[in-house]
Nanobody, 125 residues
């Protein structure tokens, strides 16, 4: 059974940091690019970051560039998203997703095959 389970969300003050994890089971991470997306109430789902299956090349949305870092540990079948300098506008449910893609990665939710349930991130003082 394919499962992606996010963890690490919570409440943090502006300027703070959080690390999210996406634990994957039911398939091997070696064949999938992984993306992080977020969805705030009343807004469309937004691509945050993605990482390729091969060389670990990554892409970031302009809104998080320089603040967020994506990484993967194929041996642990886990992908991480380190979020620094958090802002109130980063508040959303964060979801990870898997895309069966040989090369590169893309921040288009329509390309992703499997999704987790999400973890809430709230940035507020």
């Amino acid at each position: 059974q394919v499962q992606l389970v996010e963890s690490g969300g919570g409440l943090v003050q502006p300027g703070g940091s959080l690390s999210l994890s996406c634990a994957i089971s039911g398939f091997t991470l070696d064949y999938y690019a992984i993306g992080w997306f977020r969805q705030a109430p009343g807004k469309e789902r937004e691509g945050v970051s993605c990482i390729s299956r091969t060389d670990g090349s990554a892409h970031y949305a302009d809104s998080v560039q320089g603040r967020f870092t994506i990484s993967r540990d194929n041996a642990k079948n886990t992908v991480y998203l380190r979020m620094n300098s958090l802002k109130p506008e980063d508040t959303a449910v964060y979801l990870c997703a898997a895309d069966f893609r040989l090369f590169g990665c893309i921040l288009d939710s329509r390309e992703y095959d499997f999704w987790g349930q999400g973890t809430q991130v709230t940035v507020s003082s």
